[in-house]
């Protein structure tokens, strides 16, 4: 269960899609497993994996390469 503050008010949201860019950093990690913590589903789009984690869909490429997207 999440609860966020919206013009003042709290709202509640049972589970959100994320997608963390540079999830395989130090920061990103962090950031991906406080979003499993919670209950959310997470997809990590980075130039590598430096970590597995069966509840998380990994996408491979280079944000500034054209042709990723």
């Given at each position: 269960?999440?609860?966020?503050?919206?013009?003042?008010?709290?709202?509640?949201?049972?589970?959100?899609?994320?997608?963390?860019?540079?999830?395989?950093?130090?920061?990103?990690?962090?950031i991906v497993?406080?979003?499993?913590?919670?209950?959310?589903?997470?997809?990590?789009?980075?130039?590598?994996?430096?970590?597995?984690?069966?509840?998380?869909?990994?996408?491979?490429?280079?944000?500034?390469?054209?042709?990723?997207?």
């Amino acid at each position: 269960m999440s609860y966020y503050l919206v013009d003042g008010r709290d709202v509640y949201c049972s589970t959100m899609k994320c997608l963390v860019i540079g999830g395989g950093g130090f920061l990103g990690q962090h950031i991906v497993e406080e979003l499993l913590a919670r209950g959310h589903s997470v997809c990590v789009f980075d130039l590598r994996t430096t970590f597995q984690d069966d509840r998380v869909t990994y996408y491979s490429g280079d944000l500034c390469s054209k042709q990723v997207f």
